[in-house]
Each structure stands twice: as structure tokens, then as C-alpha cells.
């Protein structure tokens, strides 16, 4: 696609559930990144991947919190026992090389 | 996590004024970028510094590395509606390693 795409665009779940957000990157971008966006905050960064393999998860919280992207391509971030400090916009971004990232528009996780 | 100190959080100013932002770092970074989001969307690229000292210019927006490789400001020049939004920097270390970003400067624009 044109550029990156990330599903769905909210999500609404309760406390104690699992979740999982997904980012489609730009065609041929090689690394991929997760941030997270609080209210009235900058993007945090979570995990970082080169290829398929997770070249730097040093901004994961905790282990409820997982990320793959098994193909090189799209990624799926994943929460497990969501708790309501989880809520927040998920950013995806790509890049090429060393490219400046491109983001997507984010999912608004809402954990009630 | 580490953020970028960035000033000021907001500004409301009059169409047609120039606006003056930001960044500073306890730490060095090699390459320092400017972002700007609207609301319910991503962050979008607006400048990117890669060199010490550098001057860099996209339309009405000016936006510079520090020679200190610690600081940057992004100058916007007879600012418009559509500049209303959230300003970010960040600054990066290497290709490697992970953008971190600021708090964001807030512009309002009066018409």
C-alpha cells in the first residue's frame, strides 16, 4: 500500500483480555517499529524489528506484551490480561536502511 | 522511558506570525528529526538533520541541528491555519537504535 497501515483503528476490550493490533508496513521497508502514544505524550518506543527477528525489544513494559512478524512483512503486536495503564494509541512506523520512519495513523486501544 | 525536553508544550499565535520551538537533549544524538501529528493521525515527517550545525529548510518551516548535537529548533514563518497541531522532535543515535521523542509543542493559530 501507499503507506503504512495499521488495523483496527480503535479497539475497545475489557480489563483481563487479550488483544491483538496489527501494522501492514510500506511494501519493501525492512524494519519496523512499535511505539506508544499516552495522552498529552510522545510516541514510546516498544520493540524494533530488522527482517523477522526482533532486533531491540528493550521498550516492552512487561511480558504480557509480545510482538512477531513472522514473514518479514505485516506485524501483530499482542497484550495479554490487558489492565486499563494499557490504554493508549499504538503506532506502527517502517523504514528503509537507515530512512527516517513512517508511521501509520495507530490504534486506540480503550481497556475498561 | 528517556524523552527529548521540548519547549514550549504550547503556543497560541496569529496567523501570519513566525513560531519558534525546541529540543533539548541531556544526550547526544546524530540525527535529529521534526514531526508534525493531527489529531487521530500519525506522526508525519516534516524535516530531517543529519549533520552537526546543519540548516535545513522545507517551505516555510527551517529547522536545525545543534552543534552541540544536543539541541535542535524548528522555525515556522507566516504560519497559516493548517499549521494548527502537534509538534514533535526526535532525536536518534544511529540507524540501529530507536527514535526517542519529545513531549510535543501544541500550535494554535487564530485566524
Known amino acids: 500500500g501507499a503507506g503504512v497501515s495499521q488495523t483496527p483503528s480503535n479497539k475497545v476490550t475489557e480489563k483481563g483480555k487479550y488483544v491483538e493490533l496489527r501494522c501492514d508496513p510500506i511494501?519493501?521497508?525492512?524494519?519496523l517499529y512499535w511505539y506508544r502514544q499516552s495522552l498529552g505524550q510522545g510516541p514510546e518506543f516498544l520493540i524494533y524489528?530488522?527482517?523477522?527477528?526482533?532486533?531491540?525489544d528493550s521498550g516492552l513494559p512487561n511480558d504480557r506484551f509480545f510482538a512477531v512478524r513472522p514473514e518479514g512483512s505485516v506485524s501483530t503486536l499482542k497484550i495479554q490480561r490487558t489492565e486499563r495503564g494499557d490504554s493508549a494509541v499504538y503506532l506502527c512506523a517502517s523504514s528503509l536502511g537507515n530512512s527516517p520512519l513512517h508511521f501509520g495513523n495507530g490504534t486506540r486501544l480503550t481497556v475498561t | 522511558g528517556q524523552q527529548l525536553n521540548q519547549s514550549p508544550q504550547s503556543m497560541f499565535i496569529q496567523e501570519g506570525e513566525d513560531v519558534s520551538m525546541n529540543c533539548t537533549s541531556s544526550s547526544i544524538f546524530n540525527t535529529w528529526l521534526w514531526y508534525k501529528q493531527d489529531p487521530g493521525e500519525g506522526p508525519v515527517l516534516l524535516i530531517a538533520?543529519?549533520?552537526?550545525?546543519e540548516l535545513t529548510s522545507n517551505g516555510r518551516l527551517t529547522a536545525q541541528f545543534g552543534i552541540t548535537r544536543k539541541d535542535s529548533f524548528l522555525n515556522i514563518s507566516a504560519s497559516i491555519p493548517s499549521d494548527v497541531g502537534i509538534y514533535f522532535c526526535?532525536?536518534?543515535?544511529?540507524?540501529?537504535?530507536?527514535?526517542?521523542f519529545g513531549k510535543g509543542t501544541r500550535l494554535s493559530v487564530i485566524a
Open positions: 526526535a532525536g536518534q543515535l544511529s540507524g540501529n537504535t530507536p527514535l526517542v
Open positions: 538533520l543529519y549533520k552537526a550545525g
Open positions: 511494501s519493501g521497508h525492512t524494519a
Open positions: 524489528f530488522q527482517g523477522t527477528g526482533a532486533a531491540d
